[in-house]
């Protein structure tokens, strides 16, 4: 089992930045593929970043490529999402998961799940 708790979601105007952490417990943090994904009322979570369990692999959403970086401390067992130049369209409930395999961008590859943090950005 593994529970994870995000932080660092807030409200920003549009062009700013935030930077999201998903901390891990429970079991060994280096074995699990990391993601981010987003949701907002009425849709599907979506993809928008990965890494693998070294970091030594990252995936990005188009929508999101260029602006935005995943990074892994395995020491401190979080992962984190560097939100630059941010859009109104970013405002979303932003969610980590945990992977046991690839993980990647299907939700279903995922195991594990945080409760999400709300970022919302003004245009």
């Known amino acids: 089992q593994v529970q994870l708790a995000e932080s660092g979601g807030g409200l920003v105007q549009a062009g700013g930045s935030l930077k999201l952490f998903c901390t891990a417990s429970g079991r060994t943090f280096s074995d699990y593929a990391m993601g981010w994904f987003r949701q907002t009322p009425g849709k599907e979570r979506e993809f928008v970043a990965a890494i693998s369990w070294n970091g030594g692999r990252t995936w990005y959403a188009d929508s999101v490529k260029g602006r935005f970086t995943i990074s892994r401390d395995n020491a401190k067992n979080t992962v984190y999402l560097q939100m630059n130049s941010l859009k109104p369209e970013d405002t979303a409930v932003y969610y980590c998961?945990?992977?046991?395999?690839?993980?990647?961008?299907?939700?279903?590859?995922?195991?594990?799940w945080g409760q999400g943090t709300q970022v919302t950005v003004s245009s």
């Open positions: 998961g945990a992977s046991r395999g690839y993980g990647g961008s299907v939700v279903d590859e995922y195991n594990y």
